[in-house]
């Protein structure tokens, strides 16, 4: 067990250096900071100067091993763009973020599940068909698309909710909450709505199959030999069997959810995480964008971690398998 | 005797609606403020944010003058030695006085080796305090232009700075954030109320500014939210949520003109094409051992085959007003004179490369960014088709700022496109850094292609030292038609920037693209 955590942890860390590395070696080809900074009225000579008190003129071995030691400590130093602490920066980011994720999460679960045990249920019904043509327009429009539609319908158009950014937040210590204020719900429906139509699609037609699947199983038909309710049948064995990989793919889903969150953070300008990266890369803004991949991939690894763990405590047959061939799988 | 009070009270409530009404601007445009520090980033929206906080010196009135502002006289002792008088009961917003030492401490810390606002305080040599109404700035030689330069230089309280550490501009040596960065407290017309990067930015009226009762404008709260996304930003102004887009995307143009209101005026930055006439051998083209762009005439029949309005009519939209000038009509120095084109001709161009030596064999690559200027890719594609009608072959090479820029100071081109603006509002700007000869400094820094004239090198020096304006004026004049004549570069136009808002807003169009918020009428 603790070798099987161990290994896992060191592929962790290798997983977080490449992306690093990979990160670093992509931003020489950014563009030049300095002339942005200076903009194009500066001098070639203070744009010597600032190059060199950057360390822009340091090879990039060099730079690397200054950014994985400083970032080892939590420090990815000041951001070019806004001449503040990057750390700072993306604390301040993370809770709109995640906020977004969470409720996009939530609405996918929410409104997916129902719809996906719905069409399973009745398979040839007109309403499953129509549902399951509109899951397609979900899994294959940009979701930029999606934003700017809602927008356009529902704050252009119809006037009822605001077009852009968080509305007003509520500080909770470093924690900047949207959901305790009326303002901070009604920004959040369209941006959470527009992320969460792709996952909406996709648990629905997961739980969909996977209904399909656990109905045509031996213990229903016994269920419903012993006489069982419909009801019971449907929610109680089906539904409850079909939930695992459900949930285990949602929980995977999540890293994609908040790291796709940039396109819907920038149509509605949610000044969330993505919206920085953005920013960064227009500016050419090297610490914020390496830290934000680094963050990013960090949350990814972080997620397959714990569910491969959870895989080990829930699933026998993994131990079992560890014990004989000596571990590995 | 009750009742005449209400009378006047209801008559003052009538004459004077705007006293007491609450009057929030709300704006948008593409990027967020970058910092509150005022001398820490040259750029526009950044300068403009900053001057609502802290008065400048000098400011500038709507037609481009220089006027008090924090000082209400100014002489000149010698040639090198400014004197200015300040204004008498000014107060900061936390309440402390304004002073002579505020002056000096600012414009110390914008010459700052940290400062990024240098170019406003070049050729400031030293700054004194006389008493605390009277200070001196010494320049070193005669400076022109200085009055120019402090309209952009906000004046900051050396006891705030020194109570919170941030004597100097942003240092990214110091590897800490400068409180400047995030507070800001001056004199100005408004008060940072709260900051949140990226997010909103509000400000309040200043209520015991010094210019409030002469203030021509309304405007009683500031609240700036950066939108980045191009449709969401003109969503919010048509659903009401903000009052006015400082950069509108071009492609929704038509439909804010219907719908809301449009303000075009120029930028002061003019678009051009510069040739590299300094190389032996023209970089990217099939000619070999000479460089066919050092013959005028070839200069000349690149600029008469260029069909400007054609450009303005397609590619603008209408939204360019072509040049002949390297210098838009706002900047001190113009006439119209200079701003007459020389005539599209493209047969006249055709017989020019033939005497040339390269009728229908002149070959050339034409370096072009994509994400600078307004549609800077589309005009150089159509400019490409306009030469080879007349005989040339030119390939478009066209790539994105952040590679476009060092390629050119690298000299790395054979043609390039290029836009200067002029934060001075004075042609010596453009002369020193474009047209003039490499020399040390300033001088010649962008004139990348190289362009050379001893005669126009000796005339741009005197401007930089001549402090009668009719003398001056002239020879900045002579200076740009000795350039011109020659074709040193091919100026097309100056770009227009139209601004969007709700009908109910009055605002003055400013061709460095700042607003002017205490001019702000909401009606």
């Not at chain 2, 492609?251 to 590299?276: H, P, S």
Request: proline letters at 5%.
């Amino acid at each position: 067990m603790f070798a099987f955590i161990l290994r896992r942890l060191i592929q962790a860390v290798g997983v977080m250096l490449t992306v690093a590395l990979l990160a670093f070696i992509l931003f020489q080809y950014v563009g030049d900071p300095v002339m942005i900074m200076l903009g194009q009225e500066g001098t070639p000579a203070e744009r010597e100067q600032l190059r060199q008190s950057l360390g822009l003129n340091d090879p990039v071995v060099v730079q690397f091993y200054h950014f994985l030691t400083n970032a080892i400590q939590g420090d990815f130093g000041l951001s070019l763009r806004q001449g503040q602490k990057v750390s700072l920066l993306l604390r301040e980011r993370l809770p709109a973020t995640l906020e977004l994720s969470i409720a996009a999460a939530l609405i996918a679960l929410v409104v997916g599940v129902p719809l996906g045990v719905y069409t399973a249920l009745k398979r040839h019904g007109k309403l499953s068909q129509a549902l399951l043509a509109f899951s397609l327009f979900g899994v294959s429009l940009p979701t930029f698309l999606i934003g700017i539609l809602l927008i356009l319908i529902f704050s252009v158009q119809l006037g009822w909710l605001p077009s852009y950014g968080r509305g007003d937040t509520v500080r909770l210590g470093w924690w900047s909450t949207g959901l305790l204020t009326a303002s901070g719900w009604h920004h959040l429906i369209l941006p959470a709505v527009t992320l969460s139509l792709f996952q909406v699609a996709l648990v629905m037609r997961l739980v969909r199959s996977e209904m399909l699947e656990v109905l045509r199983a031996d213990y229903i038909k016994f269920a419903r030999a012993r006489g069982l309710t419909k009801r019971a049948i449907h929610f109680g064995h089906a539904l409850k069997n079909t939930l695992v990989p459900v949930i285990t793919i949602m929980g995977l889903q999540l890293g994609g959810i908040i790291a796709f969150a940039i396109v819907t953070e920038t149509v509605f300008q949610w000044p969330g995480m993505g919206l920085l990266f953005i920013q960064a890369v227009q500016f050419a803004d090297i610490p914020v964008m390496a830290a934000y991949l680094c963050l990013i991939s960090l949350i990814f690894v972080v997620i397959n971690l714990t569910v491969d763990l959870l895989y080990f405590v829930v699933d026998p047959r993994l131990r079992v398998g560890l014990g004989k061939s000596g571990g590995g799988h | 005797m009750r009742r005449s009070l209400i009378a006047v009270a209801l008559t003052a409530a009538f004459l004077f609606p705007v006293v007491g009404s609450a009057k929030t601007f709300k704006w948008a445009s593409q990027g967020d403020i970058l910092t509150l520090d005022p001398h820490s980033q040259n750029e526009g929206l950044n300068i403009a944010a900053n001057l609502w906080v802290y008065d400048p010196l000098l400011a500038y009135n709507e037609k481009f003058d220089v006027v008090p502002s924090l000082a209400v006289s100014w002489e000149q002792v010698n040639p090198s030695l400014w004197r200015f008088k300040l204004r008498p009961n000014v107060k900061f917003h936390d309440g402390s006085a304004f002073t002579a030492d505020d002056v000096v401490f600012s414009i110390k810390r914008a010459m700052a080796p940290s400062s990024q606002f240098k170019s406003y305080v070049a050729g400031i040599s030293d700054a004194k305090a006389i008493d605390p109404l009277t200070v001196e700035i010494s320049t070193a030689g005669p400076n022109p232009v200085l009055l120019r330069q402090l309209p952009s230089l906000g004046i900051m309280s050396k006891a705030w700075a020194e109570k919170n550490n941030a004597m100097l501009p942003q240092d990214f040596n110091k590897k800490e954030e400068s409180y400047a960065a995030r507070h800001a407290m001056g004199t100005g017309p408004y008060m940072l109320k709260t900051r949140e990067v990226d997010i909103k930015t509000i400000y309040a009226e200043n209520p015991n500014w010094w210019g409030k009762p002469t203030k021509k404008g309304n405007v009683t709260e500031i609240i700036y939210t950066p939108i980045k996304q191009n449709a969401t930003r003109t969503a919010a102004l048509l659903s009401g949520e903000i009052d006015f887009v400082l950069d509108p995307p071009a492609q929704d143009l038509d439909r804010l003109r219907k719908q809301v209101k449009v303000l075009d005026g120029n930028e002061n930055r003019t678009i051009y094409f510069a040739m590299d006439v300094k190389s032996p051998e023209l970089k990217y083209s099939n000619i070999k051992g000479k460089n066919p762009m050092q013959d005028v005439r070839v200069r000349e029949a690149l600029y008469r085959s260029i069909d400007i309005e054609a450009i303005k009519k397609s590619v603008m939209r209408g939204m360019s007003l072509p040049t002949g000038a390297m210098i838009s009509p706002q900047v001190h120095g113009y006439s119209d004179a200079m701003g007459k084109r020389v005539p599209y001709d493209v047969e006249k161009a055709k017989a020019l490369l033939k005497e040339a030596g390269y009728e229908n064999n002149l070959e050339f690559t034409l370096d072009c960014p994509n994400n600078r200027y307004i549609n800077d890719e589309a005009i150089c594609q159509a400019v490409v088709a306009m030469w080879a009608r007349a005989g040339m072959k030119v390939k478009l090479n066209t790539m994105p700022r952040a590679t476009f820029f060092p390629k050119i100071a690298n000299g790395d081109f054979s043609v390039y496109l290029f836009g200067w603006g002029v934060p001075t509002f004075d042609a010596y700007y453009t002369l020193e850094s474009l047209i003039r000869s490499k020399g040390t400094g300033a001088a010649g820094a962008f004139n990348y292609g190289g362009y050379s004239n001893p005669k126009v090198d000796a005339l741009i020096d005197a401007v930089k030292t001549e402090v009668d304006d009719a003398k001056r004026t002239a020879m900045i004049r002579e200076a740009f038609a000795i350039h011109a004549k020659e074709f040193g570069t091919i100026p097309l136009h100056d770009q227009v920037i139209p601004w969007a808002m709700k009908k109910n807003i009055e605002i003055t169009h400013q061709p460095n693209n700042r607003p002017v918020v205490e001019r702000i009428i909401i009606k």
